[in-house]
Each structure stands twice: as C-alpha cells, then as structure tokens.
T-cell receptor, first 108, second 115 residues
C-alpha cells in the first residue's frame, strides 16, 4: 500500500468547472506540499501546508491533520491548468514521500 | 535569479559508461536533493545534503554517488550506468534544514537514457 494516495489518477474537466484533487497519507508528517508538473516536465511548488487552508488566486488547498487528508481545489478551471498535480508529505527532518500525481486536462 | 539549474537536459549513455549530473542553486539554500522520477511512481529520493560537505542516502542510493563541494552546487555521479537508471532526474533545494519545513524549488530535470 502506498503511503501517499492521490485521487483521481486522471481527470478531464470542461473549462470553468470546479475541480478537487484529493491526497491521503498514512505517516505522521511535518508538512504537506502540492506541486504542479507541466507537460514540459518542470515542477513548481503551489502550496506548503501544516494545518488549515491556504488560497492563491484560483487555487485553494486544505489539510486535515487528524484525518491525514488534504485537498487541492481549482475554481473556474482553465486549459492552462492542465498539468500533473503531485502531493508530497514531509516526515522526519528531510524526507518526503511523493504521490504518483493526478493528471488534469481542462478542455476549452 | 536563475533558481535551480541542471545540466545536461538530455543524455544518452551506454551501459557501463559514467557521467555526472550537475546542479546549482543561487538562492543561498542549505538543503539540496537529488530525486528520480519513473513512470507510474512518485519521485524518489536518491541523496540529500543538509549543508556543504554533508550527504545522506535516500530511498534509492545504489549506483549513485554525490558531492556537495560548496553551498551552491550538488552533483550526482553514475559510475557505471545501467539500464535501470534510465529516468528523469530532478535536483531540488530548500531554504533550511532540520525540523522546520520549507518550500522546495526544483530544477528543470535531466532526462537520462541508458542503452
């Protein structure tokens, strides 16, 4: 069983739709990261969370430490949001476990 | 600022050849990482460095060596490449080290094929 599970694995949405990507983990963590990997391969950090909720533009990330669960929401989705979204949890002093990613395609 | 840079972007090696992947960051970060990304799997840590001159093995260190000669640069060496090392390699850095978490910054990746 993977220690970080993301769902769904693949997601196709129409432009303007509200999108939710989920991440569940089984280890005790010090932080959770949401990353975006573009089709060209580059990886960008979107959020780092240790509690509560963060918002940046149309992106919202939440985390429930007790339930070991985090969600990434995209409001008013756009084709440029098409990418792979990766959840990563930090445990110990430097170690991370990465999810396998959610491939999102937003159609115009 | 260039952020995290990696060279080369692409490389093809024959089995048994050696090469060094270079990584540099200009953000004065303490911690640097080498990951590999394989299809269907999450990124996996190869080696970590908390500061100049210190390195720690990650999840998949076999077949690799690293060197952190200064704060900016962290290199990954394959002494005798094997087809199982075909992967995309990412270097990353974070501001601090220890118990406090910081945002990770990633390089553009090196796509390595070993034939």
């Amino acid at each position: 069983k993977n220690e970080v599970e993301q769902s769904p694995q693949n997601l196709t949405a129409q432009e303007g739709e509200f999108i939710t990507i989920n991440c569940s983990y089984s280890v005790g963590i010090s932080a959770l990261h949401w990353l975006q990997q573009h089709p060209g391969g580059g990886i960008v950090s979107l959020f780092m969370l240790s509690s509560g909720k963060k918002k940046h533009g149309r992106l919202i990330a939440t985390i429930n430490i007790q339930e070991k669960h985090s969600s990434l929401h995209i409001t008013a989705s756009h084709p440029r949001d098409s990418a792979v979204y990766i959840c990563a949890v930090r445990y110990g002093t430097y170690k991370y476990i990465f999810g396998t990613g959610t491939r999102l395609k937003v159609l115009a | 600022n260039a952020g995290v840079t990696q060279t080369p972007k692409f490389q093809v090696l024959k089995t048994g050849q050696s090469m060094t992947l270079q990584c540099a960051q200009d953000m004065n970060h303490n911690s640097m990482y080498w990951y590999r990304q394989d299809p269907g799997m999450g990124l996996r840590l190869i080696y970590y460095s908390a500061s100049e001159g210190t390195t720690d093995k990650g999840e998949v260190p076999n077949g690799y060596n690293v060197s952190r000669l200064n704060k900016r640069e962290f290199s990954l060496r394959l002494e005798s490449a094997a087809p199982s090392q075909t992967s995309v390699y990412f270097c990353a850095s974070t501001e601090g080290s220890g118990t406090i978490a910081y945002e990770q910054y990633f390089g553009p990746g090196t796509r390595l094929t070993v034939t």
